[in-house]
């Protein structure tokens, strides 16, 4: 399969083009006509493997497909041992994305699916860790299978790390990881004190307390809804916040939790539905 470039000629056109041919990607050494496929999706590279015979062969070398996977999965158990659970990393990209796919579907059958093909360790630690290096997940389905996998929760959670991070910023950080449920209620509240709990960990030298810090995530929370939401006219005034919030931080000055009203004034809400 040839290729085109668009050389400009004096003409009475000065935006007409000549087209040359340019040599064709078999006819390149092969490190190098790997390296132009590296630049391709797995998609493209699946297409490109339908051209011929050669490019079939360079299309389906191994390395390609391990970059695909490292990419788009960051971390999965089969990693250390891809070519005797899957032979190739392009099985093992296929046996990944069908998984995606499933977990979109329904989230517990989508990991049983991973571990039965023997790609994911089923343990709190291994899943959470899968979860924390990719984006190839379905944002909700991930909220729901959190619901029920409190105890891959608390291990992802303790994957994060806060240390010297605004409260606000750490907060919007934590729902970048984790999806913030639509309404309030139980699971929020259980995320709030997970969260707080890190937090404290990876902050000891800031003396804040686990309580005093749920209080302020809450009311950071309903702080964002109120000056985000078009349909609250009367905004909540940085006044009002440090006013409702003074008696239940003590220790915390005005200044810093004026602070926190700033950075959700200026930079939205901490906890966004959807990706």
Not at 44 to 61: F, G, K, T, Y
Not at 121 to 137: G, K
Not at 193 to 199: E, G, L, V
Request: glycine content about 4%; hydrophobic content about 40%.
């Amino acid at each position: 399969m040839g290729q085109t470039s668009c050389n400009n000629h004096r003409s009475d056109n000065p935006t007409s083009c000549k087209f040359e041919s340019l040599p064709d990607l078999a006819n390149l050494p092969p490190e190098l006509a790997v390296q132009v496929l590296s630049h391709l999706d797995a998609t493209d590279l699946c297409l490109a493997a339908c051209v011929n015979e050669l490019w079939s062969d360079l299309a389906n070398v191994d390395q390609l497909w391990k970059g695909l996977c490292h990419n788009r999965w960051g971390d999965v158990s089969s990693y250390q041992t891809a070519f005797s659970v899957c032979r190739s990393y392009k099985t093992l990209y296929m046996i990944l994305d069908n998984g995606m796919l499933t977990f979109a579907a329904n989230p517990h059958e989508g990991i049983a699916y991973l571990v039965s093909k023997g790609v994911l360790t089923n343990s709190p630690r291994c899943v959470s860790m899968f979860i924390n290096n990719t984006d190839a997940l379905d944002w909700h389905s991930l909220g729901l299978f959190l619901r029920d996998r409190i105890d891959v929760l608390e291990a992802l959670v303790s994957l994060q790390d806060y240390s010297g991070m605004f409260l606000p910023d750490a907060l919007r950080e934590f729902f970048s990881h984790i999806p913030a449920p639509r309404e309030r209620g139980q699971f929020l509240e259980t995320l709030l004190d997970r969260f707080s709990k890190r937090y404290v960990e990876t902050n000891s030298q800031a003396g804040l307390l686990k309580d005093t810090v749920y209080v302020i995530c809450y009311s950071l929370i309903l702080l964002s809804v109120d000056l985000t939401s078009p349909h609250v006219k009367n905004k909540m005034s940085k006044r009002e916040f440090i006013r409702n919030l003074r008696r239940a931080t003590p220790g915390l000055s005005d200044d810093l939790l004026g602070h926190m009203y700033d950075n959700i004034y200026i930079s939205g809400h901490v906890a966004t539905e959807y990706r």
